[in-house]
């Protein structure tokens, strides 16, 4: 009997070991599950501080960039898209076959613009849709916010590859569209302006100032005119088809356009003695070379043709007149310019100086490619046979020696050996009297040609 008794106390002891240990277990198992609630919770509420992936990052938004896309290559860029080319033209400032020209290039100069899978596997951005963003950015001077809407893509990715579409610009066209005249470009650009009555005349100088609304402290008394307004200067010559065959860019809007010819290259072929030889006859007195159309501020330079100051007889206000007509072809190019690319015509809002110059060398080069794409060049040009040759204007790309071959120019260097060739050349250059001489001659010769035409 008592081994039976002693079987059951064992018994009910197990069976209360067992309750007990379970009784723990669940205390434990509750206790985790609370830790885990707590710790979860420390977890959302450390993200939701942190909203995104980094600390100090804004979470992603699906901004349905895919289905952008495809709207966006439905409006503009398959056979029967939902805009015609008219709207094509008016919203990317160029042809549709000019625009994928660029493209292609660019996204082989630059895998950045080309659609590729990230570490997720997930599809990015159509090279469209990047193009876009740069283009409206450039076209209507719009935010990285409102080009947002239309392309779907966060504001550090449109920056990213506005700077990246400038330099591959910059790098792929500069040599073609910023070059210096060709022997063919000159015939063209001389013959045009022989047809208006200045022969010899290789197009017009001028400046222009691109506010800089976010100047840095440091640099604003440099930057800044005296309306205390902070720009950056363009100089540029532009010829008769406002196309820029140089481009100046990056002087301290505080100085003028004197400041600004002491520091431009634009002379820099003429000193070395590398530019072409043009030789024209301007009321019977030969020139041995081209000129610009400028305004009264700039020096009486052989390499200039200032407006008449003061001009008081019937002869002088009308050469005076007619000449500031054909001189406006310079500013003419910087209002399509800024209609073209608003961006430089409202104040910059960017704070590198660098990506600005980029920009505006980027518009520059689009713009000369629109005119070289869209000009007509064949109205109301007559040329002759010989393509070397104008009526009254020759050219010659190398100067020839005696014995029939080009002459090969000494280097320039600082010593006592060559510098002196390039003073002689450069003081030439500055002679007033044969520029007071071809103001007179060309007063003479606008007057015989064109002062008739309105009787």
């Known amino acids: ?157 449109i920056l990213e590859s506005l700077v990246r579409f400038c330099d591959a610009v910059e790098n792929l066209y500069t040599m073609y569209y910023l070059r210096r005249p060709t022997p063919r470009d000159l015939q063209r650009l001389l013959q045009k302006a022989e047809s208006r009555g200045f022969p010899g005349m290789i197009g017009s100088i001028d400046c222009m100032h691109w506010q800089w609304k976010n100047c840095p402290s440091a640099w604003q008394g440099d930057y800044g005119n005296r309306k205390g307004q902070k720009s950056i200067i363009l100089k540029a010559v532009a010829g008769f088809d406002t196309w820029v065959w140089h481009a100046f860019f990056g002087v301290a809007g505080s100085q003028n356009d004197l400041n600004i010819l002491g520091q431009s290259p634009v002379f820099n072929d003429i000193l070395r003695g590398e530019c072409p030889n043009i030789t024209y006859q301007v009321n019977n007195t030969v020139y041995q070379n081209g000129y610009y159309l400028a305004d009264g501020i700039y020096p009486r330079w052989t390499t ?59 518009c520059i080069i689009l713009h000369n490619m629109i005119v070289e794409d869209e000009y007509d060049y064949d109205v109301d040009e007559v040329y002759e046979p010989d393509p070397m040759n104008t009526t009254l204007t020759r050219i010659y790309e190398k100067p020839m020696g005696p014995n029939g071959e080009p002459v090969q120019h000494d280097p320039l260097v600082r010593d006592g050996t060559f510098m002196h060739r390039m003073i002689e050349r450069y003081t030439e250059m500055q002679s007033s009297y044969i520029h007071e001489h071809r103001q007179v001659d060309l007063m003479e010769h606008l007057w015989a040609v064109k002062g008739n035409e309105g009787q």
């Open 304 to 362: 200039f043709v200032k407006s008449i100051p003061h001009p008081r007889s019937e002869k002088e206000i009308f050469c005076a007149a007619y000449q500031e007509g054909y001189r406006k072809d310079v500013e003419r190019c910087f209002g399509i310019l800024q209609a073209r690319w608003a961006i430089i015509r409202g104040a910059a809002r960017l704070f590198d100086e660098e990506v600005l110059r980029s920009i505006m060398m980027t």
């Open 1 to 157: 009997m008592s081994d039976m008794e002693d079987v059951l106390d064992r018994q009910e002891r197990e069976r209360r070991a067992r309750m007990h240990r379970r009784a723990a277990s669940k205390r434990a198992q509750r206790e985790l599950d609370e830790q885990l609630g707590v710790a979860v919770a420390l977890m959302e509420e450390e993200n939701q501080s942190r909203r995104g992936s980094r600390e100090g990052r804004a979470s992603n938004v699906d901004r349905h960039r895919h289905s952008r896309g495809k709207n966006l290559l439905e409006d503009y860029f398959i056979p029967q898209s939902l805009y015609s080319d008219v709207h094509f033209r008016a919203r990317y400032r160029m042809q549709p076959h000019l625009f994928n020209k660029v493209m292609h290039d660019i996204c082989n100069y630059d895998d950045y613009f080309v659609q590729k899978k990230n570490c997720a596997g997930d599809l990015g951005l159509l090279p469209e849709q990047k193009f876009t963003a740069v283009i409206r950015m450039l076209a209507y001077g719009s935010s990285a916010d409102q080009v947002d809407e239309i392309a779907r893509m966060g504001k550090s990715t």
